[in-house]
């Protein structure tokens, strides 16, 4: 649970303080935000309502954190004078909070799929399983940043190039097969729409699910920055 740090005049034992409630603050967001996406994605494959409304109107708790935390950090740099690595790792708090707050958002984005989505189109494409590698990559990419484990975010970046191709094909199998598809003649326009409709929507998740391995990347490079001072992950 997000504490507010207060600090006006502050001793220097409150602002070592303020640091290790910003890490912990910072770890409870991505627990909050890696929830609602797990939902979000179980709610498109169940194509389940109720669990989609929860993802959606969660999204304003998420902003709140952000807003929170993107406080903590202001106030952490105005009222103090960081040392080299404590201004890195405010700095590199401040940027992944945003990449959370944007991994939300795209949870919100899947809970609203799901309420237009009727069926699978392309059972073909196995949207979950790359999904549960982009997961993992946030997970990990947090334990990282938790641990300060600069090794581990080399890894990271080296999987979600895997992501990228696996939901390059996926796209292209879903286009090919479109572009392939004889529609019957005595397909209705409703019918031609609603395949269309659908065809967007499946293209649309492919790219939110490749965007969650992006912002994974983005919270290694950031960690890899903090602990070593090295922008090499930095695009």
Do not use: W
Not at 58 to 65: A, R, V
Not at 102 to 108: E, K
Not at 165 to 189: F, H, M, N
Not at 204 to 218: F, K, Q, S, W, Y
């Amino acid at each position: 649970m997000h504490t507010t740090i207060t600090f006006r005049t502050m001793p220097r034992e409150s602002y070592q303080e303020g640091l290790n409630s910003l890490r912990e603050d910072v770890l409870y967001m991505s627990e909050v935000v890696l929830e609602r996406l797990r939902l979000g994605l179980d709610a498109l494959e169940q194509k389940d309502e109720e669990m989609a409304r929860e993802v959606i109107e969660g999204d304003d708790e998420i902003n709140q954190l952000y807003l929170d935390l993107e406080r903590d950090c202001i106030d952490l740099l105005a009222l103090q004078q960081p040392v080299a690595s404590d201004l890195r790792f405010i700095a590199a708090s401040f940027k992944i909070i945003t990449d959370l707050e944007r991994i939300g958002d795209l949870a919100t984005n899947l809970g609203e799929y799901s309420l237009e989505a009727e069926r699978d189109v392309y059972p073909e494409v196995d949207i979950q399983d790359v999904a549960d590698v982009t997961i993992e990559m946030v997970e990990s990419a947090m334990a990282a940043y938790g641990e300060e484990d600069a090794d581990q975010c080399y890894t990271i970046a080296d999987i979600d190039d895997e992501v990228d191709e696996r939901c390059e094909s996926a796209s292209e199998t879903v286009v090919r097969d479109l572009i392939e598809r004889e529609i019957d003649a005595d397909s209705s326009e409703v019918e031609i729409e609603q395949l269309m409709a659908d065809v967007s929507r499946l293209l649309l998740t492919i790219r939110d699910i490749e965007r969650v391995g992006d912002h994974a990347v983005n919270i290694a490079a950031r960690t890899l920055y903090m602990v070593e001072n090295d922008d090499d992950l930095i695009y």
